[in-house]
């Protein structure tokens, strides 16, 4: 009954609704996937997890046609960084949140050219935003690529090892943080992979994916960030995520919890 009622309380917000989405959406993807390829016989079963996988997605991709402000709001409050000590981490953080920006409007036109509102072409303005995502995961890793190494560092350091130097609060405090970016540093590996392989093909290996690959990475990435936000209270830890991506089969936010959640297929 607690469980259920942790679910009921996570789906009453939009961020506990769109990770339940997207965890579910990859996880049809994966079987799906597997289905079709692996087991003839269920492989109408299969392609049904797959269309329900499309039409999550497709949700996903409307509702985060109001992502923007929050977004926007989020980029504003953050500026340039000047609450990073490091050089680096402000670079790269300001970066991700330009391209984050840039990634939404990108996909609204994409949405409403596949729906005929718009009289253009949605391939490129596809393209654009799945590279957008792509840059802003390779941007997230290095953060917390540059985030584990630097804290794990100072735990190692000879100052470290004096009691007086680090509080054992503080030591927790920065081991805890470790676990953290590491989990986001996976979680962003996963989705990068994904970006890829949803950019033009002759690209490293764009579209070269099966789909039940697709699916297992996105699935590990979801409940990596659904993980990290059960331990953070339903907030996901604030390091850069990458906004997600549209997917090609059936259509796909980062910054604050509203954006920084990554949209999944």
Not at 10 to 18: F, K, M, N, P
Not at 61 to 85: H, I, N, P
Not at 136 to 160: E, T, Y
């Amino acid at each position: 009954m607690v469980a259920l009622s942790g679910l009921a309380s996570a789906l009453e917000s939009y961020r506990g609704r769109d990770r339940l989405m997207r965890t579910l959406g990859y996880c049809c993807h994966l079987v799906g996937g597997v289905l079709v390829e692996q087991c003839p016989a269920r492989s109408e079963v299969g392609t049904r997890l797959l269309a329900l996988s499309s039409q999550l997605s497709h949700c996903r991709t409307v509702l985060r046609l109001f992502d923007d402000v929050a977004m926007f709001v989020y980029t504003k409050q953050y500026g340039l960084g000047a609450e990073e000590e490091a050089i680096f981490v402000r670079c790269v953080s300001v970066l991700g949140n330009l391209a984050d920006q840039l990634y939404y409007p990108c996909e609204h036109i994409a949405w409403a050219a596949d729906a005929k509102i718009l009289h253009v072409e949605s391939a490129p303005w596809l393209t654009l935003s799945t590279a957008l995502w792509g840059l802003s995961l390779l941007l997230g890793i290095a953060r917390s690529l540059w985030m584990v190494l630097k804290l794990r560092q100072r735990l190692r350091s000879p100052l470290a090892a004096l009691t007086s130097q680090l509080p054992q609060g503080k030591r927790r405090d920065m081991e805890a943080q470790i676990r953290s970016e590491a989990l986001t540093l996976l979680s962003n590996l996963a989705d990068l992979a994904n970006a890829v392989h949803w950019l033009p093909p002759g690209i490293l290996w764009a579209g070269r994916f099966p789909p039940w690959l697709v699916g297992l990475l996105g699935t590990i990435s979801s409940l990596l960030s659904m993980y990290q936000a059960v331990g953070a209270g339903g907030q996901a830890y604030a390091a850069p995520d990458g906004p997600g991506s549209r997917n090609p089969d059936g259509g796909p936010s980062h910054g604050a919890a509203i954006a920084r959640e990554g949209p999944g297929l």
